[in-house]
């Protein structure tokens, strides 16, 4: 069973910097393709940012491109989201989330973090 657990949000002032961070525990992260989401009060969950492979299969959303990188630690079986030049609209719960991938292809259940909360505001 994975599980994921975020940290690093809090508040920030517009053009502020935060890295949030995903411990993944149950699988090589190697295994698996990573992804941040966010999501605003009585909003739908959107993907932010993707990697599928290490250095490979990258997605932004076209929101965040620029200023928000993904990336992730094997050694260390760690995900992270470094995001600079925050927006008040970058203002949301923060979820991590894992799928198993084989080669480019997810497979098996959605797994995902608790979320933690980014509030950009001055």
């Known amino acids: 069973q994975v599980q994921l657990v975020e940290s690093g949000g809090g508040l920030v002032q517009p053009g502020g910097s935060l890295r949030l961070s995903c411990k993944v525990s149950?699988?090589?992260?190697?295994?698996?393709?990573m992804s941040w989401y966010r999501q605003v009060p009585g909003g739908e969950r959107e993907r932010v940012a993707r990697?599928?492979?290490?250095?490979?299969?990258?997605y932004y959303a076209d929101f965040v491109k620029g200023r928000f990188t993904i990336s992730r630690d094997n050694a260390a079986n760690m995900a992270f989201l470094q995001m600079n030049s925050l927006e008040c609209e970058d203002t949301a719960v923060y979820y991590c989330?894992?799928?198993?991938?084989?080669?480019?292809?997810?497979?098996?259940?959605?797994?995902w973090g608790q979320g933690t909360p980014v509030t950009v505001s001055s």
């Open positions: 989330h894992a799928r198993e991938r084989r080669g480019v292809l997810l497979i098996g259940e959605d797994y």
């Open positions: 990697v599928i492979r290490d250095g490979y299969n990258l």
């Open positions: 149950g699988s090589p992260i190697n295994d698996l393709a």
